[in-house]
């Protein structure tokens, strides 16, 4: 089934042909892609900017993994021209063999490592993990939710098993990640310390932590306080912090770490004097890990952060913002308007 607005053959997207700073970005034409039977295709509402894109976009990859990274992404240029992967919007044409979805439904969700949502339209399987939009969340909020917060059930839930009760230390709470993992914690019924700086104190203690921390005022790795569970998602606590403040057999959470940090991780909980697990990963996207959090959004223990909302064609903005490692929760591409936008044909 299709309807009016698939038949036209181009789209406006934001592309880039090179690696670097974020001005290599540009908002330009370029055809809409075609589904399959058991695709979706969806007009892009929202799109979150998020730390993947920035580094993708820079080829800022982890240590020890530039060779594979350029391998699967592109060796001297981006083989996915188009970036974004939080995105929400409306179904608008469906594959002969789709039944989860229908045209009109609002939808949200995450392309993972396939990419392509800085568009007007992307195409996904109707198996891959996207959900149906509550009308609880606009647009710009759902993008925002996914990123951060499959980052952080994939930390806390999956790898840390939070239970009742426990003492859990995030650090890095003002970040997309970091905002997720002190809902995601309490959630889990975790009692959360949190550590951002000055400018954030109130909104993260807004998310309903038990105690916030601003990071210029205490260190909070040189504290006596003993955690259950760390999780950093800044890069900045070592192993030696963390033998000072997590409890015996309590668990470290390396949401930042290259290769050679992965193989350190594992040397040390093997070697831990106090029995620390230090655990990373990559944190992948699923359909019931979207619904997961969307339902959090319904009982009222997520709330996903928005600081900011750029139009599409300020992507460039959007990307310097991200590249500061200092914005708050998320930020968004709105695609309203798109119409009035000026394309640049230089691409
Ligand atoms: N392993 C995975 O699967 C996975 C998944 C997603 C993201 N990541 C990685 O996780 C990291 C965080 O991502 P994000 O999206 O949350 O980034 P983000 O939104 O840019 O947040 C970074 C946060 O770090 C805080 N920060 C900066 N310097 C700090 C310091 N010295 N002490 C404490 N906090 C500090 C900032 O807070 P202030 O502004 O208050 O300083 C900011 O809120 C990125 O490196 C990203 O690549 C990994």
Do not use: W
């Not at 949502?117 to 609880?136: C, G, N, R, T």
């Not at 993260?204 to 105690?211: E, I, M, N, R, Y």
């Not at 991780?265 to 979207?290: C, F, M, N, Q, W």
């Amino acid at each position: 089934m299709i309807i009016a607005s698939e038949l036209k053959s181009i789209m406006k997207a934001i592309t880039y042909h090179h690696y670097g700073p974020p001005a290599v970005l540009h908002l330009t034409t370029v055809p809409k892609p075609k589904i399959k039977s058991g695709e979706v295709l969806v007009k892009v509402r929202a799109v979150a900017v998020t730390a993947a894109d920035s580094r993708l976009r820079g080829a800022r990859f982890p240590a020890g993994f530039n060779l594979i990274a350029r391998l699967i992404f592109g060796i001297t240029a981006p083989r996915q021209q188009i970036l974004g992967s939080s995105f929400s919007g409306e179904v608008v044409a469906v594959g002969e063999k789709v039944s989860k979805f229908a045209v009109g439904d609002a939808v949200f969700g995450m392309k993972g490592f396939s990419l392509g949502a800085y568009a007007e339209f992307l195409k996904i399987s109707q198996d891959q993990a996207m959900v149906k939009k509550p009308q609880s969340l606009s647009h710009p909020q759902a993008a925002a939710l996914t990123f951060g917060g499959t980052t952080a059930l994939f930390f806390l839930r999956d790898l840390a098993q939070v239970k009742y009760g426990q003492r859990v230390l995030v650090n890095g709470a003002s970040g997309a990640v970091g905002s997720s993992a002190v809902q995601i914690a309490k959630a889990l019924g975790g009692v959360v310390t949190a550590v951002c700086g000055p400018k954030n104190l109130q909104l993260v203690a807004s998310l309903g932590v038990d105690q916030v921390l601003d990071y210029t005022q205490v260190d909070v790795r040189q504290q006596s306080s003993q955690y259950d569970v760390v999780l950093d998602a800044v890069g900045n606590v070592t192993f030696a912090d963390c033998e000072r403040i997590i409890k015996p057999n309590g668990k470290c959470l390396l949401v930042v770490a290259g290769l050679p940090k992965m193989l350190q991780a594992v040397i040390h909980t093997h070697r831990s004097p106090k029995g620390i697990s230090y655990l990373t990963g990559t944190a992948s996207e699923t359909k019931k890990d979207i619904q997961f959090l969307t339902d959090l959004c319904a009982q009222g223990k997520l709330d996903p952060v928005l600081s900011k909302v750029f139009p599409f064609d300020q992507v460039v903005e959007a990307h310097q913002l991200v590249d500061t490692g200092h914005k708050v929760g998320n930020i968004v591409l709105d695609l309203d308007g798109l119409g009035e936008m000026k394309v640049d044909f230089k691409g």
